[in-house]
């Protein structure tokens, strides 16, 4: 369970300001919608998301980046014909990753008889329950979550695709097919560990995302493992939280503490708050704000684990823990 916390909106007083910022005074609002990886991961770059239980959700958008239009090679027709096989380094680097990662389901792979669609199942054996006031781990609980996609080839990228529900907010309400790419396996070969791109296929146009973490599907005869692990080198100082950190110095409001790990460009919000990067690496950033000096930095941050953040302006330092 994630801790939130509202913010005060002063900055009148540093310290006031700064421990309301990052030490989570009264609990955070929330106002993102959350998604996982199968019906609803791709989501606008500078829009948050948080994860989901069961079954990566890899098929709804709650919005999306802007469209890359498809070279010819990455034309929206499904090939079945192999043409290509991934290099030996590439997919060498992803089986180590895959090997990392500390986040772990696993389930069954069920094959169509017609060997173009699979149904992933993830499971979950024993499990925490609340009996009246107390909780107990039951070795007999079980839940699976199912999805089912097409699945094809095209060079040496994996396809998993379905027909899709439009977000309600869109205008156009028709169903639509999209196709999440991935990569790192053999093309031909749905067997082997596949890297998903972060990028998918949304009827003729290709939508990217840049999210702090990957995910991986190793698929194995009738067996399927599921892992996620934090992205090597991703720019925290450009994400959600950082950019509502900017607008909050300018004009107060809340933060979502647990948001570092979804881009989102900051050049509008250091614009509207007067903000003058000095330093920046992927994990810190020193910055003035109103003739004041600030230093931000991610200490540590794991996906589905914790959190940790620390602001210093002066001689007041400030810290944020999400578990």
């Known amino acids: 369970m994630k801790t939130r916390a509202s913010f005060v909106q002063s900055i009148v007083t540093p310290c006031v300001a700064l421990l309301a910022l990052l030490s989570g005074c009264a609990g955070f609002t929330e106002d993102v919608a959350g998604n ?5 991961e791709d989501v606008t770059p500078d829009t948050g998301t948080k994860d989901g239980e069961g079954l990566p959700d890899i098929s709804a ?11 010819p090679s990455q034309d929206i027709g499904h090939s079945d014909i192999p043409t290509e096989t991934v290099n030996y380094e590439v997919d060498k680097s992803v089986a180590a990753r895959f090997e990392s990662a500390k986040i772990r389901s696993a389930g069954k792979l069920v094959r169509s008889a017609a060997g173009d669609s699979v149904t992933i199942v993830l499971e979950i054996n024993g499990g925490c329950v609340k009996e009246g006031e107390l909780f107990a781990y039951d070795q007999n609980f079980y839940f699976a ?7 094809s080839f095209r060079g040496d990228t994996l396809l998993l695709s379905k027909i899709s ?4 907010y869109e205008a156009d309400q028709q169903k639509y097919e999209e196709s999440f790419i991935f990569v790192g396996g053999t093309s031909g070969k749905l067997d082997g560990i596949w890297k998903h791109s972060q990028c998918r296929y949304r009827e003729d146009k290709m939508y990217c995302m840049n999210d702090g973490y990957d995910q991986y599907f190793k698929f194995d005869g009738d067996k ?3 892992r996620i692990t934090d992205r090597e080198g991703y720019d925290y100082m450009q994400t959600v939280f950082v950019d509502q950190l900017f607008d909050f110095l300018g004009s107060g409001g809340s933060i979502q503490l647990e948001t570092p790990y979804y881009y989102s460009s900051t050049e ?31 200490d540590y941050a794991r996906y589905k684990d914790s959190l940790h953040v620390t602001l210093k302006s002066g001689d007041v330092s400030c810290e944020g823990t999400v578990r």
Do not use: C, H, W
């Not at 958008?61 to 070279?71: A, F, L, N, R």
């Not at 529900?165 to 309600?168: F, G, V």
């Not at 000095?278 to 991610?298: I, M, Y």
């Open 61 to 71: 958008p709650q919005g999306t980046s802007d469209p890359v239009e498809p070279t």
């Open 165 to 168: 529900e439009p977000d309600p």
């Open 36 to 40: 996982a990886m199968a019906d609803s």
């Open 145 to 151: 979550d199912s999805k089912t996609f097409a699945y």
């Open 224 to 226: 399927v493992e599921y």
């Open 268 to 298: 509008f919000g250091q614009e509207r708050s007067g903000i003058v990067i000095l330093e920046k690496t992927n994990t810190s950033v020193k910055f003035t704000q109103a003739e004041r000096t600030f230093d931000l930095s991610v």
